[in-house]
Each structure stands twice: as structure tokens, then as C-alpha cells.
């Protein structure tokens, strides 16, 4: 068994177009880093706003019901959603340029949270969520496609190392917002800055377009002249005939279904356990400090900074749904255990071992959709999988129904359920047992 992990040069042994060689130590680990540090990035924008939009939902100046909120994500998410299928056709046209595709989303995505953060109305939030789910959608499919072409032999190990990535941010950035939104303690005779500098939700929004830039500049430095491949699609003619013939490939919907089931269930968590965390008791919440909110959604993200590459390791080894299986199951129980977990130990517990598997799943998902397709216009089918998701744009918005008909933790109830459901219709999927990794 070769180990081309190690080896010096990589092909591109996948899917159409051509790919020079390359030394891993003068371009592989360039790409990879840059990669991985512009998805961290991105991720602690993600990460840190469900946190700030659940302070907004209890700001007085807009006085949300929790329906109302529930459209905020849900049109985020619509938007991010949607706007990855161009992100896809864009990955295929010009697969030459992933890092400039890269910096683009991380410009837009800190554009658009200043915007957010101008907000003087319910319609102003909606009208900017829109443009904020769009950065987002911007980064995956060049990212992740540019990783599998060069790593074919190790794809699901190179997509989770893109997925650690992201849970690095996951864990930083509820953190800083709950650092920078808190006044802090002080620590013997040192004052920490946000003892004298606490931000409002929407000033910390407002500020957060100058890391953005910073990043996008930084990102597309380290990735000038490190891709050498051609583009496989010259027109959008070409692009969406690829894409008829990947939705022509046995497996494809099951995979699309599944993953979009998964993602209504996630989609509800992530926007509704921040909520239910800094809420007043009164309603419905534990009305803890933003801080110590930050701690427990960072704290959910540790285990998954180690669980994606061992699950992307261990289904390169033994197969995609030899791990999603078990992986599913657990997360639809925790995700079920947080409605029935009072406050306290278990609750932190819970949480921490749902972040083993929160975005552990999705790298694996995109690793099984990439085998399916046998390897042809992965940004496209990595578009494809996110695109899935599109089914968990309506869960904010029927979570927010939900909650105004029987109170917050009905959230968690409805999204074990639902993951549960994903996970017995992937039982009925037919996935490769085994992959080849001598590639």
C-alpha cells in the first residue's frame, strides 16, 4: 500500500482535467495551510453569530418573537444555501483560481456583518442576512475540491483536515464574542480589556470586517501559484451538463436526502442552544452571561478539533457508512438528551459530546458523495451536498413556531428526532464498503 501522504509528488488521479506533480513540501503543505487557516476564519465569523443574534433576539430595540427569529437563520441559511450552487459552477470554471475564490468570501462575509450590524429593523436584519449567507458558500466548494484532487488517495482524511479547520473556529469564535460582549472579571491585580472595553453585539459585528480583510489579503498570498490545475468546465452549458449527469449516478439523492435531514436538525441546535442558554429563566432559558454561554458552544467544539480526522481517517480505512451510522445515532440521542438535561454537569457533558460529531458528519458526507461520483467535478459535488442543506433552510422557522407554542427546549426534541430519521434512511443507502487508498 502506497502512502502518498508522504510521498513527494501527488497526481491527479481523479476525475477530468490535468494536474502537474507536485512537491508536498513546495506546494501540498502551503495549500493545505492556507486552506485550513481561511476555513478557520470563516468559521469563527459562523460560529459567533448565532451567539450575537441570540443577544440581538433579546435586545429590546427589536423585541423578536422567537418565530421571527427563526426567519433571521432561516433566511441566512436559504441564502448560504442557495448561493452554492454558483459557488460550485464558479469552483469548476475557474479551478485555477481558488484563491482568489477564497479571499472573496472572506471579503464579503465581513462586509456583510457590518452591515448586520447597522440594523435598525426586523427588515434591515433580513435584507443583510441574505448577503451574509452568501461569504460562506463562497469557500467550500474551490476549498474542498482543490484538497480532494490533490490528495485523492486520502480524501477523506484531507476533507476532515478542512473540517478541523473549521472546528477550530467553531471553538474560537463564540469564545471572543463572549469575551469581547462581557465585562470580565479582574485578575488579581490585571484588569483584562473587556473589563474596560465591553462591545455591544452589534458593535463587535460592525468591527469584525477588519480581521475579515486582513484574512482575505493573507489567504490569497500563501495560495498565488500554488494550484496548477486546468479548468474542466469552459462554459455554463458544460458545468450543468456535468451536473445532470452527477444526479443521474446511483446513490447521489440518498446521500442529498440524508445530508439535508442531518441539517435540519443541526440547523435547529445551532441557532436555538444559544438562545436557550442566555434567556431569562422566565423564558424558558438559563439566563447565563454571554461569556460563560461562549464557553459551553467552544467547549462543543474540542472534541470535534479530534474527532474529524480520526472519523476521516477511520473511513478512508473501513468505509463512509461503517462510520456515519454510530456517529448519527449518538448525535440524534444527545441532541434528544439536551431537552431532557437540567442544568449542571450533564448539560456540559452533553454538549461537549455533541461537538464530537457536529461537523465531523459533513466532511464524511462530502468524502461519500466524492466516492459516488467517482471522482468527476468534485466542486460541483461538494456544491451538491451543501446545496442538501437547502431542506434545513424551513427548520429555524418551524423551531421558532415550535418554541412559541411550547417553550424553548421543544427545539432540541424536534432535532434528535429528525437526525434520528436521517439516520435510519441511511441505513437503507447503498455506499462503498471499502475504500481504495492506493490512489
Known amino acids: 500500500m502506497s502512502d502518498k501522504w508522504n510521498s513527494s509528488e501527488f497526481g491527479n488521479t481523479s476525475g477530468g482535467g490535468t494536474q502537474k506533480p507536485i512537491n508536498l513540501k ?28 441570540a443577544m440581538m433576539k433579546t435586545d429590546p430595540r427589536f423585541n423578536l418573537t422567537a418565530t421571527q427569529f427563526g426567519v433571521v437563520g432561516g433566511v441566512g441559511k436559504g441564502a448560504s444555501d442557495a448561493t452554492t450552487m454558483v459557488a460550485g459552477y464558479l469552483g469548476e470554471r475557474f479551478a485555477n483560481r481558488p484563491g482568489a475564490m477564497l479571499s472573496i468570501s472572506l471579503i464579503i462575509m465581513g462586509s456583510s456583518y457590518f452591515l ?162 442566555i434567556s431569562a429563566p422566565g423564558d424558558g432559558g438559563l439566563g447565563k452571561d454571554t461569556l460563560t454561554v461562549g464557553f459551553f458552544l467552544a467547549g462543543a467544539q474540542v472534541a470535534g478539533i479530534i474527532a474529524q480526522p480520526v472519523m476521516g481517517w477511520l473511513s478512508d480505512m473501513y468505509g463512509r457508512k461503517i462510520v456515519l451510522l454510530p456517529a448519527m445515532t449518538f448525535l440524534g440521542i444527545l441532541f434528544i438528551g439536551l431537552y431532557f438535561t437540567a442544568d449542571g454537569y450533564l448539560l456540559v457533558l452533553n454538549v461537549f459530546a455533541m461537538g464530537a460529531f457536529l461537523y ?4 464524511v458526507f462530502i468524502a461519500a458523495a466524492m466516492d459516488v461520483s467517482g471522482g468527476k467535478s468534485q466542486a460541483t459535488v461538494v456544491s451538491l451536498i451543501y446545496s442538501a442543506s437547502l431542506l434545513g433552510t424551513a427548520s429555524p422557522i418551524f423551531t421558532g413556531l415550535l418554541i412559541d407554542e411550547f417553550g424553548l427546549k421543544s427545539a432540541f426534541l424536534f432535532s434528535g428526532i429528525i437526525s434520528l430519521l436521517a439516520t435510519i434512511l441511511l441505513f437503507s443507502i447503498k455506499l462503498p464498503m471499502s475504500v481504495d487508498i492506493t490512489d
Open 116 to 277: 448586520l450590524g447597522m440594523a435598525p429593523s426586523f427588515w434591515w436584519l433580513l435584507g443583510a442576512m441574505l448577503l451574509v449567507g452568501i461569504g460562506p458558500s463562497l469557500y467550500h466548494p474551490p476549498a474542498i475540491a482543490e484538497l480532494s484532487k490533490r490528495f485523492p488517495g486520502r480524501r477523506g482524511f484531507a476533507v476532515s483536515l478542512h473540517g478541523t479547520g473549521g472546528s477550530i473556529g467553531e471553538m474560537l469564535g463564540p469564545f471572543m464574542a463572549g469575551l469581547l460582549t462581557t465585562e470580565t472579571f479582574k485578575v488579581g491585580s490585571i484588569i483584562t480589556i473587556t473589563y474596560l472595553i465591553a462591545f455591544e453585539w452589534n458593535e463587535l459585528l460592525k468591527i469584525s470586517v477588519l480581521p475579515a480583510l486582513i484574512f482575505a489579503v493573507l489567504v490569497y498570498l500563501m495560495m498565488r501559484n500554488v494550484s496548477k490545475e486546468t479548468s474542466e468546465t469552459s462554459s455554463s452549458g458544460e458545468y450543468f451538463k456535468g451536473l445532470r449527469g452527477l444526479l443521474k449516478v446511483k446513490g447521489i439523492w440518498g446521500l442529498i436526502l440524508v445530508t439535508g435531514l442531518s441539517d435540519m436538525g443541526l440547523s435547529s441546535v445551532t441557532y436555538f442552544l444559544p438562545l436557550y442558554l
Open 26 to 53: 513546495e506546494g501540498g503543505k502551503k495549500l493545505v495551510s492556507a486552506i485550513v487557516l481561511g476555513h478557520s476564519v470563516s468559521h469563527v465569523f459562523n460560529s459567533s453569530l448565532p451567539l450575537l443574534l
Open 360 to 363: 465531523s458528519l459533513h466532511t
